[in-house]
């Protein structure tokens, strides 16, 4: 089975739905939470995968013309921290929004 996160139209003219993502970040990050200690280093990889992830799908929709800033910022910043380690894709991500859109 294979899930997909864009949208083929929509009123707002973007076609990635950057509000999805972040509504299934915010549910792992309660349940990172939720997680015993012991359970911590698996769960601090499998986060870090999600962190790659996310910045892969940021930087293909950041290629979207029609995609607002504010959306690019919502979900770079649900993503926790430590899901994080470097952050080269973020800055990928933001030489192609800006220079897509400016």
Known sequence: MTCSFTLHSTSEGHSYDIDLVVSVLESLVVLWRRISPAATSQFLASIRKVGKLVDSYLLVAAKDV????????????????????????????????????Y
């Open 66 to 101: 029609n995609m607002p800033v504010s959306k690019i910022v919502s979900l770079s910043e649900a993503l926790p921290d430590i899901a994080r380690p470097e952050h080269d894709g973020l800055y990928k991500v933001i030489n192609t929004y800006l220079k897509v859109s």
